[in-house]
């Protein structure tokens, strides 16, 4: 699990053409970026099992804009997990385009899809996926770690991600000593502490009760108002409700719930 925030990168080369990475921030040439951050465009995904074919996307159109917060929803085996695969680097497309905040990632290798979900990608997990020998800090640290970030500078970023998200007085705690919504801020912080394009986020909510699921949800609005691009997967039609569009998948297509266009807010799901 650790690969997902990216230790491939430690054993390869960091200093691409796209400079110091210890520097890592690459905010400054994203601010007037004009890149949708996903732009998937007639994304097939076959998957062979032995001599028999199954396509679970069937030509996936979907292009979301910097700052949206979106809910991915569909019934089981309809390809939801196909598509967040895709959509995280963790997978690549039998055929189409997809272009993440602008970099084209349809053709790369298991190290480069790597070293793209290490920069651009945070992602919180229905099993939070934190490591329960280390404390928060240090879990928070992981992904800058992978990057080569120098301790101090990225201490003081764990410190601030894990304060962004209400735990400055839980620093230290190690996962088994937090709350189930406590340990979910945890995975958030460490999502947010690399700045990244896009937080995915898997069923962030199907392992916490009611009062920790209002927790997560809260702070998930109050990224997205501070500009966070927020792709949500959720079979949970309340949870899907919070994101400010709704993508249905059904039978590997996706379609928006409505065109924002031509529908009232209120239609249909007041
Ligand atoms: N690795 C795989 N090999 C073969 N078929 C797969 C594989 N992964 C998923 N599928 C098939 O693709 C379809 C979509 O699966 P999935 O994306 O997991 O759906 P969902 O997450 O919406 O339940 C299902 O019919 C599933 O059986
Ligand atoms: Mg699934």
Redesign the pocket.
């Known amino acids: 699990m650790a690969d997902l925030f990216g230790s491939v990168v430690l054993d390869d080369d960091l200093h691409d053409d796209r400079g110091d990475d210890r520097r890592d921030d690459r905010r400054e040439d994203r601010d007037d970026d004009p890149a949708p951050v996903i732009d998937l465009v007639a994304g097939r995904k076959t998957?062979r099992?032995g001599s028999i074919e199954?396509e679970?996307l069937r030509g996936v159109d979907l292009r979301i804009g910097r700052g949206e917060y979106v809910a991915i929803v569909?019934?089981?085996?309809?390809?939801?997990?196909?598509?967040m695969n895709v959509l995280g680097c963790l997978d690549t497309l039998t055929q189409g385009e997809y272009r993440l905040a602008g970099e084209d990632v349809a053709q790369l290798d298991e190290v480069e899809l790597a070293q793209v979900r290490n920069r651009r990608i945070g992602f919180v997990f229905q099993q939070f996926h934190l490591l329960p020998a280390l404390s928060a800090l240090r879990n928070v640290e992981l992904p800058l770690q992978y990057r080569r970030v120098a301790a101090a500078e990225r201490r003081a970023r764990a410190t601030e991600a894990l304060e962004r998200v209400g735990l400055g007085d839980r620093l230290h705690h190690r996962p088994g000593e937090l709350s189930g919504g406590q340990q979910q801020r945890v995975a958030v912080a460490r999502a947010l502490v690399g700045d990244p394009d896009l937080l995915l986020a898997d069923e962030p909510t199907g392992n916490l009760d009611s009062t920790s699921t209002h927790e997560v949800l809260a702070l998930l609005d109050e990224l997205h108002a501070q500009g966070r691009t927020i792709v949500l997967i959720t079979h949970e039609p309340d949870v899907a409700r919070r994101a400010q569009r709704v993508v249905h998948?059904l039978d590997?297509l996706a379609q928006d719930e409505h065109s924002p266009a031509v529908t009232s807010p209120a239609e249909g799901r007041a």
Do not use: D, I, N, R
Request: charged content about 5%; aromatic content about 12%.
């Open positions: 998957y099992t199954f679970a569909g019934p089981s085996g309809s390809g939801k997990s196909t598509l998948v590997g």
